[in-house]
């Protein structure tokens, strides 16, 4: 927590316009993440909340939706992977369990 409001004070001295705090990937939910991620949220107070939700994960991605909103209450969803074997399953899950819109979907980059 310490670390991001150090980051919103440089950012604040430095007329930055956005700023983007990222919490890092977990695979899993416990209680010690979510309590630091109210402290970040409580101290920092941010404008929006996006949870980034690998679509791949399926029903996982769905029940981290779940839970992020109803610990933090986020603001949409980011998905990533939308172009794998799930196709749009996970997306109308996490949409319709959270409520919430879907604000960015990604797709892997082909290589050749």
């Known amino acids: 927590m310490h670390i991001a409001k150090q980051a919103m004070n440089v950012a604040i001295t430095k007329l930055n316009d956005v700023v983007i705090l990222d919490t890092a990937g977990r695979l899993h939910i416990d209680e010690e993440l ?3 991620l109210k402290n970040v949220k409580q101290n920092v107070k941010p404008h929006e909340i996006l949870l980034v939700v690998d679509s791949m994960t ?3 991605a769905v029940n981290v939706g779940d839970t992020f909103n109803k ?3 986020i603001d949409g969803v980011i998905l990533t992977k939308l172009d794998g074997d799930t196709r749009g399953g996970a997306a109308l ?4 369990v959270t409520g919430r819109p879907i604000k960015f ?3 892997r ?3 050749k």
């Open 109 to 111: 980059r082909k290589t």
């Open 34 to 36: 979510m309590g630091e």
């Open 58 to 60: 399926g029903q996982d």
């Open 93 to 96: 899950s996490v949409k319709k």
């Open 71 to 73: 610990e933090l209450g």
């Open 105 to 107: 979907a990604a797709v």
